[in-house]
């Protein structure tokens, strides 16, 4: 068996399976270069120029002509570091973070189409396929950054309802009335923000969002509701929600409140589950028809 010949031939289906032959990535403006650079910056935070050359095996002067190109459609940014006055870490603008939405959506949803057709013993054939080819060139496993959470500044309210109103599109294929609501809730929020009895937490990995929770004043004195928790898929599983869940109570608890209440959909079990753990207990529960889909609504409460 000729192995070179057979990783070459892999490598020449492959580059054609996923369009990798293609000028841009699918569905996009963006070349593979460009795409690898976003995606870097978008994972794994502010990143030196040097740091981007040796984590994607590009050279300086390659990865200097696509920053470049980034940086003039208002993707990219620099700043100096204030530890050292020579470095300039690199990172996203907000219209960045947009275009790394748009291209990690657009490559699930292509890779989701090739894998339809695939039976889920074939996928797991595939998977584990996939794992012992990475061991076998000893791929490194990153670390991934810390998460922190930080109350909301400017274009944050913005980029929540829309990542949740795309989440929810493609997750639970809920319509764009939807992101109505949700702009309708952080609108009222923002407009009558009552420091002394509400809060907000943005959760942030490396210079990029990965989900929040808002703390708003109940119709009832005494009751706070927990309102608009989401978690990002790639934060998904470290214990994030549940921190944010968390973190909502203790603030309730700290602001004097009595009972802190929310209103989920049944669908959302991933948050079901954060809520019955954090103490949370099912009060009441409706069917209805919203965002395009028969849902059966819930309220939650929990006893401060």
């Given amino acids: 068996m000729d192995v070179v010949q057979e990783v070459r031939r892999f490598n020449r289906y492959y580059t054609r399976l996923i369009g990798l032959l293609d000028e841009h990535l699918p569905e996009t403006g963006y070349s593979l270069p460009e795409g690898r650079v976003i995606y870097e910056l978008a994972t794994t935070g502010q990143q030196t120029a040097a740091d981007l050359s040796r984590s994607l095996g590009i050279d300086k002067a390659q990865l200097s002509r696509l920053v470049r190109t980034l940086t003039a459609r208002g993707l990219v940014t620099s700043a100096v570091d ?21 291209l990690d959506h657009g490559s699930h949803l292509r890779m989701a189409g ?23 060139f000893g791929a490194p496993e990153r670390v991934p950054a810390p998460v922190s959470l930080r109350r909301p500044v400017p274009g944050d309210l913005g980029w929540v309802i829309h990542r949740q109103a ?56 005494g009751v706070a509701r927990l309102r608009l928790l989401y978690v990002e898929p790639g934060a998904r599983g470290t214990g994030l929600g549940r921190r944010l869940v968390e973190t909502c109570i203790a603030r309730a608890r700290e602001l004097g409140y009595r ?25 009441a529960q409706a069917p209805h028809q919203s965002f395009g889909k028969a849902l059966v609504g819930q309220t939650w409460d929990l006893a401060l």
């Fill in 259 to 283: 009972r802190l209440t929310l209103w989920t959909n049944d669908v959302l079990t991933a948050a079901r589950r954060i809520y019955q753990a954090t103490g949370f207990e099912l009060t």
């Fill in 114 to 136: 090739l894998l339809e057709p695939v039976s889920e013993a074939g996928r797991k054939t595939l998977v584990s396929s996939l794992r012992r080819i990475q061991d076998t």
């Fill in 82 to 102: 204030a530890n050292h006055a020579k470095k300039k870490p690199l990172s996203l603008t907000p219209a960045g973070r947009v275009a790394f939405t748009e």
């Fill in 166 to 221: 795309v989440l929810y599109a493609h997750e639970y294929g809920w319509d764009w009335t939807y992101e109505a609501l949700v702009a309708r809730i952080l609108g009222e929020f923002a407009a009558g923000f009552d420091p002394a009895r509400e809060d907000a937490w943005i959760a942030e990995r490396g210079g990029q969002i990965v989900g929040s929770i808002f703390l708003m004043a109940g119709d009832e004195p």
